[in-house]
């Protein structure tokens, strides 16, 4: 699996990208907005499409609240994508959806294929083994959906937590300083990211490529 995992929207290696995309179909993932009001989620997701689609790459929007409870027709249409981007937003809620949906299952058994998988913020931070560590930059409480319910593990791809927003102008630096502070103390593997920065890797199929 190829992962693209930036700190905030496409960074600073947008042909690198569009490279990685060239030739395949990719589906964008809006739900870590879910619990923000309908308008401004609008914007915000219609603005990360269009930086896609100003690259050249071919996309659609992949909202995994119209598979809640249907894996089978999610594995489905995935079977027909090369792979996916997945937006900024709340960890906690995108994750929610990602379990709702079996998203989360149906991409781990894509790790050590050709399937690629961007992201940034929230949409990197949700592959670290456990989301301790990001409750003073989400909230875990938030719960947009029915049978929304708090879930602090991750999807497992990366051995470590990235932290992104690390020292940038980004609303949410001050309170990742606190997040660094917080997971040096526990002892939580993490690695930050600058907005703009990029980290670009490859997953066998037994396990994390990348370390900390």
């Avoid at 308008?39 to 609240?65: C, F, M, Q, T």
């Avoid at 937003?89 to 995108?94: E, M, Y």
């Avoid at 051995?159 to 001050?174: C, F, G, T």
């Avoid at 907005?195 to 370390?211: I, K």
Wanted: proline residues 5%; negative net charge; glycine residues 10%.
């Amino acid at each position: 699996m190829k992962l693209y995992l930036s700190s905030f929207r496409v960074g600073d290696r947008s042909a690198e990208l569009a490279e990685m995309c060239s030739g395949i179909r990719i589906g964008l993932i809006p739900n870590a907005m879910d619990d923000v009001a309908p308008e401004p989620r609008a914007v915000s997701n219609d603005k990360a499409i269009k930086e896609l689609v100003d690259l050249g790459i071919d996309v659609e929007v992949l909202d995994l609240r119209d598979y809640f409870g249907d894996q089978a027709r999610l594995e489905a249409i995935l079977a027909n994508l090369g792979g996916v981007w997945v937006r900024g937003g709340n960890t906690f809620v995108l994750r929610q959806a990602m379990k709702l949906s079996g998203f989360d299952g149906l991409l781990a058994e894509r790790v050590g294929t050709d399937f690629f998988y961007g992201g940034y913020s929230a949409g990197i931070c949700v592959l670290a083994p456990s989301l301790v560590g990001l409750g003073q930059v989400d909230d875990p409480q938030a719960m947009p959906y029915a049978d929304s319910e708090v879930t602090w593990e991750g999807l497992g791809l990366l051995d470590y937590l990235i932290l992104p927003h690390y020292k940038s102008d980004h609303r949410e630096s001050a309170t990742i300083d606190k997040e660094v502070e917080f997971c040096t103390r526990k002892g939580i593997p993490f690695r930050t990211l600058r907005d703009g920065e990029v980290l670009v890797l490859e997953l066998p199929g037994d396990s994390a490529s990348s370390r900390p």
